[in-house]
């Protein structure tokens, strides 16, 4: 199958990135209540599909799999099955570990097999897919990127690996990105790299890190790019400023080349999520009124019941007001005294 891709138009590429898996996962649960925990799980398996289906000819992992260094290990256990099954198929898999992470592997010895990739340090592999020489270069997320990007660059060795396509993987924020409600700018400094310092001779950079799914081509004074860089946004909402995004996974194709190759196409793929939604409550509001705005909203919703002042009422109450199958949790106001 893999054979058939050079055929096709080139290099064909899965990319996903922040999974987050732990997050409302803990080890021993105090409440009974619905935990987000599966939603996370089901998210990257979602995005997985296409390479259990024998669409992709290689996977990459922008970083973040897990949501903290110290998860269950049921859930260690679960993202390493997740990726190992995909290489089991005969998809080779590339796994960058993220901030999340501490920059490391959780139980390295999980993620042990011949068609998965780490990079736990900067390194770079050298793959023979779709009839093609591949060269992945990659380092894990490391602090003060903006002035150490090039030296890590040249630590990999990416650039002095002869292949038809070469990627390097990541997991960073670059001169460019967008993230937030309010479409906050990432712009240069020691934690950003500058998107003048992108390697050339590679046919793009892919990463994880940044949650909304975006492809960057030119810098901030709208100058090309020495390369692309592609983020896939997360596969499930970690924050209430992620509510309106859309969350997925990308589908790229790179066409082979002498300094590289080059990235011909990029498509973002959506995956379900659920219903975010911020109810507001003031002071007084009493049990049956919330009870009858909680109605109103999609049973299996995520809800913020925000407040002013006093709680209107514990956590354990607010559970027996909504419907079993919704999420909901109290937050007080930052913006009322």
């Known amino acids: 199958m893999c054979s058939r891709a050079s055929d096709?138009?080139?290099?064909?590429?899965?990319?996903?990135?922040?999974?987050?898996?732990?997050?409302?996962?803990?080890?021993?649960?105090?409440?009974?209540?619905?935990?987000?925990?599966?939603?996370?799980?089901?998210?990257l398996r979602l995005a997985l599909a296409p390479a259990l289906r024998g669409e992709v000819d290689l996977v990459v992992h922008g970083g973040d799999l897990f949501h903290r260094p110290n998860v269950p290990s049921e859930v260690v256990g679960l993202g390493a099955r997740a990726l190992l099954e995909v290489t089991d198929a005969g998809v080779p898999v590339a796994l960058v570990p993220g901030n999340h992470e501490r920059s490391r592997v959780l139980e390295p010895l999980l993620?042990?097999?011949?068609?998965?990739?780490?990079?736990?340090?900067?390194?770079?592999?050298?793959?023979?897919?779709?009839?093609?020489?591949?060269?992945?270069?990659?380092?894990?997320?490391?602090?003060?990127?903006?002035?150490?990007?090039?030296?890590?660059?040249?630590?990999?060795?990416?650039?002095?690996?002869?292949?038809?396509?070469?990627?390097?993987?990541?997991?960073?924020?670059?001169?460019?990105?967008?993230?937030?409600?309010?479409?906050?700018?990432?712009?240069?400094?020691?934690?950003?790299?500058?998107?003048?310092?992108?390697p050339p001779r590679v046919a793009a950079v892919l990463s994880g890190h940044i949650h909304r799914g975006q492809l960057l081509r030119r810098d901030l004074a709208g100058r090309p790019l020495p390369c692309p860089v592609a983020y896939p946004g997360s596969t499930e909402r970690t924050s209430f400023t992620e509510r309106f995004e859309t969350k997925g996974y990308a589908l790229l194709r790179f066409a082979p080349g002498p300094d590289g190759g080059a990235l011909t196409d990029a498509r973002f793929v959506p995956l379900p999520t659920r219903p975010m939604h911020t109810v507001d409550v003031a002071p007084g509001t009493d049990a049956d009124h919330l009870r009858d705005r909680l109605a109103t909203l999609a049973p299996d919703a995520v809800v913020r019941v925000r407040f002013a002042g006093p709680p209107?009422?514990?956590?354990?109450?607010?559970?027996?007001?909504?419907?079993?199958?919704?999420n909901v949790d109290l937050s007080p106001r930052a913006d009322v005294s």
């Open 8 to 43: 096709a138009g080139g290099l064909r590429v899965l990319l996903l990135g922040d999974s987050h898996l732990g997050f409302d996962h803990p080890r021993r649960p105090r409440v009974e209540r619905r935990r987000r925990g599966p939603d996370f799980v089901r998210g």
């Open 312 to 326: 209107p009422l514990d956590a354990a109450t607010l559970r027996g007001l909504a419907p079993a199958t919704m």
């Open 111 to 198: 993620f042990r097999h011949p068609g998965l990739h780490v990079f736990d340090r900067p390194r770079t592999c050298t793959l023979g897919v779709a009839g093609l020489t591949v060269a992945l270069g990659g380092f894990p997320y490391a602090r003060r990127v903006g002035e150490r990007f090039e030296a890590l660059v040249g630590a990999t060795g990416l650039l002095a690996h002869a292949a038809d396509v070469r990627l390097l993987c990541v997991h960073q924020a670059f001169e460019g990105a967008v993230v937030g409600a309010h479409d906050w700018v990432f712009r240069p400094d020691r934690d950003v790299v500058a998107g003048q310092k992108l």
